[in-house]
């Protein structure tokens, strides 16, 4: 198990004790063996996929002990201990946690900063309360989007399941279109055809050239009514009789492990598409939905500060 950032703390200091300088690279590495991190654990990546969780989490513990005051970065990417972190480390403490860097000065006035820039209408100690802060500020910032994300994409589906199955065949043309496929809207519409039971069924361009042709089968059904191995099985005979080679099949509902797992025994590639990742593809792809409040997480340029 991945160690939070908190618990790192004292281990990151006591790595630093003989006052050498260390690059944070280094660090890492030897905070992956004092807590036996394994090599696949070194690859998890946080819900964005852009950060590594464990060096993300060594990363925020330096940035915590040295707004404290305990280590300094004396040159780019390499960290140093101070004295005021010797003379913590000589108090032998069980552990370093926020409650135990609001003791130093240089601490409280980072967290007061913190506090003037943030809104008042958030309750900042909450926030920092030792069981929501085994998370990294970045890991809460993610763990907040992922769970609005989530609520978002239940609300596009069950908006889905309320309208009409014509509404259902201009959305799933429009969402294939913005993927890349079918050409323009028009082309699209007119590969694809018309509704028959709630669903639609045709084929659509694999790109604007008209090089495949991808065949397409989509169910507006409901919850608790999954597709099951057997309309597998009829999509793929659908797919023979028409000599094509790639299919995609898209539902509302979700897929039994019997239909997932039904691999066809050719060169036939098939990709099923649940009520959920239907959502989650609108929302990555803007279909449905509106930009409400962007933030952008920077970082340090340190390129731009080197003379």
Do not use: C
Request: glycine share 8%.
């Amino acid at each position: 198990m991945i160690p939070d950032f908190q618990t790192i703390m004292l281990p990151l200091l006591r790595q630093l004790k003989d006052g050498k300088e260390y690059k944070l690279d280094v660090i890492v590495d030897l905070m992956a063996k004092e807590f036996n991190i394994t090599d696949e654990q070194r690859k998890e990546l946080l819900p964005s996929g852009q950060t590594f969780v464990f060096g993300s989490r060594v990363g925020w513990a330096r940035t915590y002990l040295k707004k404290a005051g305990l280590i300094d970065t004396p040159k780019r990417g390499y960290l140093k201990i101070t004295e005021t972190g010797l003379n913590v480390l000589k108090q032998n403490p069980n552990g370093i946690n926020i409650a135990y860097l609001k003791q130093f000065p240089a601490f409280q006035d980072w967290q007061n900063i913190k506090k003037d820039e943030s809104s008042n209408n958030i309750d900042i100690e909450a926030i920092q309360s030792e069981s929501i802060n085994i998370q990294t500020p970045e890991e809460l910032l993610e763990t907040s989007y992922q769970s609005i994300r989530k609520d978002l994409a239940q609300e596009i589906l069950d908006k889905i399941l309320n309208l009409s199955p014509a509404f259902f065949e201009r959305l799933v043309v429009e969402l294939l279109v913005k993927m890349g496929y079918g050409g323009s809207i028009q082309d699209a519409g007119r590969a694809i055809g018309k509704s028959g039971d709630e669903g639609i069924d045709g084929t659509i361009k694999e790109d604007k050239l008209g090089l495949d042709v991808i065949y397409i089968q989509a169910k507006r059904w409901q919850p608790g009514n999954v597709v099951g191995r057997p309309e597998i099985h009829k999509f793929i005979g659908a797919l023979v009789g028409q000599g094509a080679k790639k299919g995609i099949f898209l539902t509302t509902s979700s897929f039994t492990k019997d239909a997932i797992g039904f691999i066809p025994k050719s060169e036939m590639k098939i990709v099923l598409i649940d009520g959920m990742q239907l959502s989650q593809l609108m929302i990555d792809y803007n279909v449905g939905v509106t930009l409400q409040h962007q933030y952008e997480i920077k970082r340090i340029d340190n390129d731009y500060f080197e003379e």
